[in-house]
Protein backbone atom coordinates (compact mmCIF):
# COMPACT_ATOMS: atom_id res chain seq x y z
CA UNK A 1 0.00 0.00 0.00
CA UNK A 2 2.75 2.29 0.92
CA UNK A 3 2.79 5.28 2.90
CA UNK A 4 -0.12 8.01 3.08
CA UNK A 5 0.52 11.48 4.77
CA UNK A 6 -0.33 14.97 4.63
CA UNK A 7 -0.11 15.36 1.00
CA UNK A 8 -1.66 11.91 -0.20
CA UNK A 9 -4.95 13.49 2.26
CA UNK A 10 -4.95 16.70 0.54
CA UNK A 11 -5.40 15.33 -3.30
CA UNK A 12 -8.09 12.66 -1.74
CA UNK A 13 -9.64 15.25 -0.08
CA UNK A 14 -9.72 17.97 -3.16
CA UNK A 15 -9.16 16.42 -7.35
CA UNK A 16 -9.25 12.28 -6.25
CA UNK A 17 -12.60 13.29 -3.59
CA UNK A 18 -14.17 14.77 -6.59
CA UNK A 19 -13.32 12.06 -9.38
CA UNK A 20 -14.62 9.71 -6.88
CA UNK A 21 -18.05 10.85 -7.07
CA UNK A 22 -18.14 11.60 -10.34
CA UNK A 23 -17.42 7.82 -11.17
CA UNK A 24 -20.21 7.09 -8.31
CA UNK A 25 -22.67 9.17 -10.53
CA UNK A 26 -21.92 8.08 -13.91
CA UNK A 27 -21.36 4.20 -12.73
CA UNK A 28 -17.36 4.36 -13.71
CA UNK A 29 -14.75 5.59 -15.97
CA UNK A 30 -13.63 4.86 -19.25
CA UNK A 31 -9.54 4.20 -19.99
CA UNK A 32 -10.29 7.39 -22.34
CA UNK A 33 -11.88 9.48 -20.15
CA UNK A 34 -10.27 12.84 -20.63
CA UNK A 35 -11.05 13.23 -16.78
CA UNK A 36 -8.30 11.38 -16.37
CA UNK A 37 -5.52 12.90 -18.67
CA UNK A 38 -2.98 15.69 -16.69
CA UNK A 39 -3.80 16.50 -13.32
CA UNK A 40 -6.24 13.79 -13.02
CA UNK A 41 -4.00 11.54 -13.56
CA UNK A 42 -2.26 11.86 -9.70
CA UNK A 43 -5.87 11.70 -8.55
CA UNK A 44 -6.77 8.29 -10.36
CA UNK A 45 -3.29 6.82 -9.12
CA UNK A 46 -4.24 7.34 -5.72
CA UNK A 47 -7.62 6.24 -5.76
CA UNK A 48 -6.06 2.84 -7.19
CA UNK A 49 -3.30 2.74 -4.80
CA UNK A 50 -6.64 3.17 -2.13
CA UNK A 51 -8.71 0.52 -3.51
CA UNK A 52 -11.18 2.72 -4.71
CA UNK A 53 -11.05 2.63 -8.10
CA UNK A 54 -10.49 -0.98 -10.01
CA UNK A 55 -10.11 -1.82 -13.47
CA UNK A 56 -12.84 -4.67 -12.84
CA UNK A 57 -14.42 -4.54 -16.78
CA UNK A 58 -12.04 -4.16 -19.44
CA UNK A 59 -11.40 -0.60 -20.41
CA UNK A 60 -13.15 1.11 -17.80
CA UNK A 61 -12.59 1.99 -13.59
CA UNK A 62 -15.16 0.93 -11.23
CA UNK A 63 -15.69 2.35 -7.81
CA UNK A 64 -14.91 0.17 -4.57
CA UNK A 65 -16.56 0.61 -0.97
CA UNK A 66 -14.34 2.98 0.95
CA UNK A 67 -14.84 0.67 4.24
CA UNK A 68 -11.82 -1.76 3.17
CA UNK A 69 -9.48 1.59 2.22
CA UNK A 70 -10.29 2.87 5.33
CA UNK A 71 -8.94 0.17 7.55
CA UNK A 72 -6.03 -0.61 5.29
CA UNK A 73 -4.73 3.10 5.65
CA UNK A 74 -5.81 4.50 9.18
CA UNK A 75 -5.41 1.32 11.44
CA UNK A 76 -1.26 1.48 10.29
CA UNK A 77 -1.36 4.95 11.11
CA UNK A 78 -3.26 4.31 14.49
CA UNK A 79 -0.65 1.84 15.28
CA UNK A 80 2.30 4.34 14.65
CA UNK A 81 0.53 6.73 16.76
CA UNK A 82 0.46 4.76 19.75
CA UNK A 83 4.14 3.29 19.03
CA UNK A 84 5.32 6.86 18.68
CA UNK A 85 3.61 7.83 22.00
CA UNK A 86 4.64 4.78 24.01
CA UNK A 87 8.50 5.87 22.58
CA UNK A 88 8.49 9.48 23.44
CA UNK A 89 7.37 8.34 27.13
CA UNK A 90 10.22 5.92 27.52
CA UNK A 91 12.34 9.57 26.37
CA UNK A 92 11.06 11.24 28.69
CA UNK A 93 11.64 8.68 31.61
CA UNK A 94 15.65 8.20 30.49
CA UNK A 95 16.41 11.92 30.38
CA UNK A 96 13.81 12.75 33.59
CA UNK A 97 16.20 10.49 35.49
CA UNK A 98 19.54 11.73 33.66
CA UNK A 99 17.74 15.50 34.74
CA UNK A 100 17.44 14.13 38.08
CA UNK A 101 21.43 13.13 38.12
CA UNK A 102 22.43 16.39 36.71
CA UNK A 103 21.07 18.47 39.44
CA UNK A 104 22.65 16.78 42.03
CA UNK A 105 26.13 16.90 40.25
CA UNK A 106 29.51 19.83 40.90
CA UNK A 107 28.29 20.85 37.93
CA UNK A 108 24.63 21.61 38.04
CA UNK A 109 25.88 23.78 41.20
CA UNK A 110 28.51 25.54 38.86
CA UNK A 111 25.44 27.92 37.20
CA UNK A 112 25.38 30.03 40.56
CA UNK A 113 22.33 30.51 42.61
CA UNK A 114 20.51 32.68 39.62
CA UNK A 115 20.89 32.20 35.93
CA UNK A 116 18.49 34.50 33.44
CA UNK A 117 16.35 32.41 30.34
CA UNK A 118 15.46 34.79 28.05
CA UNK A 119 11.87 34.82 25.24
CA UNK A 120 10.97 31.37 24.15
CA UNK A 121 12.82 29.56 26.04
CA UNK A 122 10.81 30.19 29.22
CA UNK A 123 8.03 28.34 28.23
CA UNK A 124 10.93 25.96 27.53
CA UNK A 125 12.30 26.30 30.97
CA UNK A 126 8.67 25.96 32.72
CA UNK A 127 8.00 22.84 30.88
CA UNK A 128 10.97 21.04 32.14
CA UNK A 129 10.94 21.97 35.31
CA UNK A 130 7.00 20.89 36.00
CA UNK A 131 7.96 17.53 34.39
CA UNK A 132 10.43 16.98 36.71
CA UNK A 133 8.35 17.79 39.79
CA UNK A 134 8.89 14.99 42.57
CA UNK A 135 6.19 16.71 45.43
CA UNK A 136 5.01 20.61 44.92
CA UNK A 137 4.39 23.03 42.60
CA UNK A 138 3.66 26.51 44.02
CA UNK A 139 2.66 29.33 41.48
CA UNK A 140 1.27 32.96 41.63
CA UNK A 141 -0.55 33.80 38.41
CA UNK A 142 -1.40 37.51 37.44
CA UNK A 143 -4.86 37.50 35.17
CA UNK A 144 -3.11 39.66 32.75
CA UNK A 145 -1.38 38.46 29.72
CA UNK A 146 -2.65 34.30 30.10
CA UNK A 147 -4.07 33.66 26.77
CA UNK A 148 -6.41 30.64 25.94
CA UNK A 149 -3.36 28.87 24.13
CA UNK A 150 -1.11 29.61 26.91
CA UNK A 151 -4.12 28.13 29.83
CA UNK A 152 -4.52 25.16 27.39
CA UNK A 153 -1.19 24.32 27.42
CA UNK A 154 -1.03 24.88 31.25
CA UNK A 155 -3.37 22.75 31.77
CA UNK A 156 -1.58 19.64 30.01
CA UNK A 157 1.53 20.01 31.42
CA UNK A 158 0.15 20.90 35.13
CA UNK A 159 -2.63 18.11 34.80
CA UNK A 160 0.20 15.46 34.25
CA UNK A 161 1.94 16.69 37.18
CA UNK A 162 -0.88 16.15 39.46
CA UNK A 163 -1.45 12.81 37.99
CA UNK A 164 2.46 11.80 39.41
CA UNK A 165 1.06 12.89 42.99
CA UNK A 166 2.49 16.18 42.74
CA UNK A 167 0.43 19.00 44.64
CA UNK A 168 -0.09 22.59 43.26
CA UNK A 169 -1.11 25.52 44.88
CA UNK A 170 -2.51 28.62 42.36
CA UNK A 171 -2.82 32.42 43.28
CA UNK A 172 -4.67 34.29 40.92
CA UNK A 173 -6.79 37.81 40.98
CA UNK A 174 -9.88 37.95 41.65
CA UNK A 175 -10.32 39.24 38.42
CA UNK A 176 -9.59 35.95 37.25
CA UNK A 177 -12.72 34.55 38.26
CA UNK A 178 -14.38 36.41 34.97
CA UNK A 179 -12.81 34.90 32.74
CA UNK A 180 -14.24 31.89 30.82
CA UNK A 181 -10.80 30.12 30.32
CA UNK A 182 -9.30 30.60 33.27
CA UNK A 183 -12.44 29.35 35.08
CA UNK A 184 -11.86 25.99 32.80
CA UNK A 185 -8.32 25.51 33.60
CA UNK A 186 -9.39 25.58 36.89
CA UNK A 187 -11.53 23.43 36.82
CA UNK A 188 -8.97 20.81 35.03
CA UNK A 189 -7.04 21.27 37.65
CA UNK A 190 -8.59 21.13 40.68
CA UNK A 191 -10.94 18.33 39.66
CA UNK A 192 -7.11 16.61 39.91
CA UNK A 193 -6.60 17.77 43.45
CA UNK A 194 -4.82 21.01 42.90
CA UNK A 195 -6.15 24.03 45.60
CA UNK A 196 -6.75 27.60 43.66
CA UNK A 197 -7.35 30.77 45.64
CA UNK A 198 -7.70 34.34 44.44
CA UNK A 199 -7.08 37.59 45.78
CA UNK A 200 -7.06 41.84 45.16
CA UNK A 201 -3.65 41.85 44.43
CA UNK A 202 -0.62 40.18 45.05
CA UNK A 203 3.33 39.47 43.92
CA UNK A 204 4.40 39.17 40.88
CA UNK A 205 4.45 36.00 38.32
CA UNK A 206 6.26 33.36 40.40
CA UNK A 207 6.93 29.43 40.19
CA UNK A 208 8.41 27.60 42.57
CA UNK A 209 9.21 23.72 42.48
CA UNK A 210 9.74 21.48 45.18
CA UNK A 211 11.04 24.45 47.06
CA UNK A 212 14.53 24.37 45.49
CA UNK A 213 13.79 26.19 42.45
CA UNK A 214 12.04 29.61 41.91
CA UNK A 215 11.13 31.24 38.12
CA UNK A 216 10.16 35.29 38.73
CA UNK A 217 10.18 37.83 35.89
CA UNK A 218 13.43 39.58 35.63
CA UNK A 219 11.63 42.80 33.96
CA UNK A 220 8.32 43.79 33.53
CA UNK A 221 7.84 43.06 30.34
CA UNK A 222 8.32 39.15 30.86
CA UNK A 223 10.81 38.54 28.42
CA UNK A 224 13.51 37.73 30.85
CA UNK A 225 12.73 35.40 33.63
CA UNK A 226 15.56 35.00 36.80
CA UNK A 227 15.81 31.04 37.73
CA UNK A 228 16.90 31.45 41.25
CA UNK A 229 18.32 28.13 42.97
CA UNK A 230 19.66 29.94 46.48
CA UNK A 231 17.81 28.45 49.22
CA UNK A 232 17.40 30.92 51.08
CA UNK A 233 15.43 33.26 48.86
CA UNK A 234 13.83 30.44 47.40
CA UNK A 235 12.86 30.12 51.27
CA UNK A 236 12.11 33.51 51.29
CA UNK A 237 10.11 33.48 48.38
CA UNK A 238 8.07 30.62 49.61
CA UNK A 239 7.26 32.20 52.65
CA UNK A 240 5.74 35.09 51.10
CA UNK A 241 3.57 32.96 49.06
CA UNK A 242 2.35 31.27 51.82
CA UNK A 243 1.39 34.32 54.06
CA UNK A 244 -0.06 35.11 50.79
CA UNK A 245 -2.31 32.27 50.05
CA UNK A 246 -3.35 32.69 53.64
CA UNK A 247 -5.34 35.73 52.94
CA UNK A 248 -6.63 34.07 49.35
CA UNK A 249 -10.48 32.92 49.01
CA UNK A 250 -10.96 29.61 47.54
CA UNK A 251 -11.58 30.31 43.67
CA UNK A 252 -14.55 27.14 43.40
CA UNK A 253 -16.70 29.06 46.50
CA UNK A 254 -19.72 30.26 44.99
CA UNK A 255 -21.35 31.91 48.80
CA UNK A 256 -22.73 34.80 48.91
CA UNK A 257 -20.47 35.93 52.01
CA UNK A 258 -17.47 35.26 49.98
CA UNK A 259 -18.42 37.22 46.80
CA UNK A 260 -19.55 39.89 48.86
CA UNK A 261 -16.02 40.48 50.59
CA UNK A 262 -14.45 39.89 47.40
CA UNK A 263 -16.39 42.90 46.23
CA UNK A 264 -15.31 45.08 48.94
CA UNK A 265 -11.90 43.95 48.87
CA UNK A 266 -12.27 45.26 45.07
CA UNK A 267 -13.88 48.37 46.38
CA UNK A 268 -10.94 48.80 48.83
CA UNK A 269 -8.15 48.16 46.11
CA UNK A 270 -9.74 50.77 43.83
CA UNK A 271 -10.16 53.44 46.53
CA UNK A 272 -6.23 53.10 47.50
CA UNK A 273 -5.65 53.47 43.40
CA UNK A 274 -7.13 56.65 43.64
CA UNK A 275 -6.25 58.23 46.93
CA UNK A 276 -2.44 57.39 45.83
CA UNK A 277 -2.52 58.88 42.85
CA UNK A 278 -2.24 56.15 39.97
CA UNK A 279 -3.09 56.45 36.64
CA UNK A 280 -5.94 54.12 35.47
CA UNK A 281 -4.10 52.18 33.07
CA UNK A 282 -1.69 51.27 35.89
CA UNK A 283 -4.56 50.83 38.39
CA UNK A 284 -6.30 48.63 36.15
CA UNK A 285 -3.14 46.05 35.91
CA UNK A 286 -2.77 45.82 39.55
CA UNK A 287 -6.47 44.87 40.14
CA UNK A 288 -5.80 42.53 37.14
CA UNK A 289 -8.91 44.21 34.78
CA UNK A 290 -9.13 46.02 31.80
CA UNK A 291 -9.08 50.25 31.56
CA UNK A 292 -13.07 49.83 30.80
CA UNK A 293 -13.67 47.46 34.04
CA UNK A 294 -11.94 49.83 36.23
CA UNK A 295 -13.63 52.61 35.00
CA UNK A 296 -16.84 50.82 35.87
CA UNK A 297 -15.23 50.73 39.92
CA UNK A 298 -14.79 54.36 39.63
CA UNK A 299 -18.10 55.19 38.15
CA UNK A 300 -19.44 52.99 40.92
CA UNK A 301 -17.61 54.90 44.01
CA UNK A 302 -19.16 58.46 42.26
CA UNK A 303 -22.05 57.19 42.40
CA UNK A 304 -21.79 56.05 46.22
CA UNK A 305 -20.01 59.17 47.02
CA UNK A 306 -23.13 61.60 44.92
CA UNK A 307 -20.11 63.00 43.37
CA UNK A 308 -19.63 63.75 39.75
CA UNK A 309 -15.75 64.43 38.90
CA UNK A 310 -12.72 62.46 40.08
CA UNK A 311 -11.69 65.87 42.23
CA UNK A 312 -15.27 66.04 43.92
CA UNK A 313 -15.02 62.18 44.65
CA UNK A 314 -11.44 62.93 46.58
CA UNK A 315 -13.07 65.33 48.15
CA UNK A 316 -15.84 63.46 49.34
CA UNK A 317 -13.77 60.51 50.54
CA UNK A 318 -11.32 62.94 51.91
CA UNK A 319 -13.99 64.59 54.10
CA UNK A 320 -15.18 61.16 55.31
CA UNK A 321 -11.92 59.43 56.29
CA UNK A 322 -11.83 57.06 53.51
CA UNK A 323 -8.33 55.39 52.18
CA UNK A 324 -8.95 52.32 51.33
CA UNK A 325 -7.51 50.69 54.49
CA UNK A 326 -10.33 50.05 56.49
CA UNK A 327 -11.40 47.26 58.39
CA UNK A 328 -14.19 45.12 56.19
CA UNK A 329 -17.51 45.67 57.32
CA UNK A 330 -19.40 43.00 59.36
CA UNK A 331 -21.61 40.64 56.54
CA UNK A 332 -25.87 41.48 56.76
CA UNK A 333 -27.06 38.50 56.20
CA UNK A 334 -29.09 39.20 52.04
CA UNK A 335 -30.95 36.57 50.18
CA UNK A 336 -29.95 37.80 46.87
CA UNK A 337 -26.13 37.31 45.77
CA UNK A 338 -24.20 40.24 45.47
CA UNK A 339 -22.37 40.65 42.12
CA UNK A 340 -18.64 40.33 42.58
CA UNK A 341 -17.61 43.06 39.89
CA UNK A 342 -19.67 45.53 38.10
CA UNK A 343 -21.59 43.90 35.55
CA UNK A 344 -22.28 47.45 33.41
CA UNK A 345 -17.99 47.39 32.94
Known sequence: MGDYGPQERALLESAAAQLYQEALRDGGLSDGDPRLAGEGRAALDLLVRL???QHAEPGRWLPEDPGSAQSRVVAPLSQEGARLLAESAEWARVLGSL???????PRAADRGPFSYVHGEAISDLLDSLVADAESELLTAQPQSGRNAQALADGALRDVAALERGVTMRTLYQHSARRNANTRQYVAEVTARGAEVRT???FF?????VDRRIAVIPAAEDLRTAVVVRE???VAYLVDIFERTWERGRPFASRETSQLRGIAAEQRAMTVRMLVEGHSDPVSAKRLGVSPRTYAGYVADLKAEFDAETRFQLGYAMGRRGVSGHEPPAEPVEETDEAPVENPGA
Open 199 to 201: LDE
Open 204 to 208: NRMIV
Open 51 to 53: GLL
Open 99 to 105: AQAWRRS
Open 231 to 233: PSV
